[in-house]
């Protein structure tokens, strides 16, 4: 008597959640921060971060939470350092987020949406025109 084979498992699929995407970002960043330390742009980004960190006020301008330890993850660029590399170390060029509003603000989908959007438009048309 003929029985068919019972219908395979189904695959799992492969979560891309938060830990994923965290795990890529840092990798993606160590890679870079490799790259920059051979053309010794990794220390003045270091020093400029800290200086930035010394002089913004320590709370996310997108959601007013208070930011208590120093990271560079936190300091974010209005215009992007790869396309815009003259503003890489200016004070009016940085913004200060936490974590998850950093990562939006990255996103070509999200960032739109945030309300410090059009603070950000306004100081990259200033920064543009100077």
């Known amino acids: 008597m003929f029985t068919p084979d019972p219908k395979p498992a ?4 492969k979560s891309f959640g938060f ?4 795990n890529k970002r840092t990798e993606w960043a160590k890679k870079s921060i490799a790259k920059k330390k ?10 400029f971060f800290r200086m930035a960190w010394a002089t913004l006020p320590h709370y996310c301008i997108e959601c007013d939470a208070e930011i208590r330890k120093y990271s560079r993850w936190n300091i974010h660029h209005i215009l992007p350092k790869s396309k815009y590399p003259f503003f890489r170390h200016d004070i009016r ?25 059009p603070h950000c438009e306004s100081i990259k048309k200033m920064l543009l025109e100077d």
């Open 10 to 13: 189904p695959k799992e699929k």
């Open 19 to 22: 830990d994923y995407w965290n």
């Open 38 to 47: 051979d053309s010794g742009l990794a220390d003045e980004d270091e020093k």
């Open 93 to 117: 060029n940085v913004v200060m987020l936490c974590y998850q509003h950093h990562g939006e603000a990255e996103s070509a989908i999200s960032y739109p949406k945030m309300k410090i959007y």
